[in-house]
């Protein structure tokens, strides 16, 4: 069962979860694991201040809690790419991991020869540790992926 997560604000975009997700994040001060909300917080939608349709998704798509480490994966229309939209929308959702999740490590994969996200990932401060061998679904085969990872350091670790 996921939650919903806090509409995020940037300067040029608005991030937004489904309307149909029946938990809400409390901001309270606890972060989402120390208020034991179940599941994932769903991919929050991305949007152009302005406009209703959206551009492209982000978010976390695995969390272990215990650890306190998530990972961070997204998708981008074509026609929005090269406007650093991707790289706005992962800080914020950056944030909101170091800060509303409680989380100390933020990873994320992709593909050795993917360089629009390769470009992203360096941007919002994630670094190559090691290529790892993975499957895209549970009946896919094995395949290479680098594995990017940003740690928390005393405070938020995402700047501008």
Known sequence: ?????PLLTT?????AAPEDNPLS????????????LPGLPSN????LKGTDQPIGTVGFIEWDREER????GFILMNIHA???Y???ACRAVLAFGFEGMGLETIQAKSFPDNGASIRILEKIGMHKERR????????APLVDLDLFVIRRLGQCAVSE
């Open 69 to 72: 480490i998530g990972e961070i």
């Open 82 to 84: 090269g406007h650093g």
């Open 11 to 15: 300067e040029r975009l608005f991030l």
């Open 25 to 36: 994040f409390a901001s309270d001060g606890r972060n989402a694991a120390e208020q034991a």
């Open 44 to 47: 929050w939608k991305i949007f």
């Open 86 to 88: 991707m790289t706005e």
């Open 132 to 139: 790892v061998q993975a499957r895209l679904s549970s009946k």
């Open 1 to 5: 069962m996921a939650w919903t997560p």
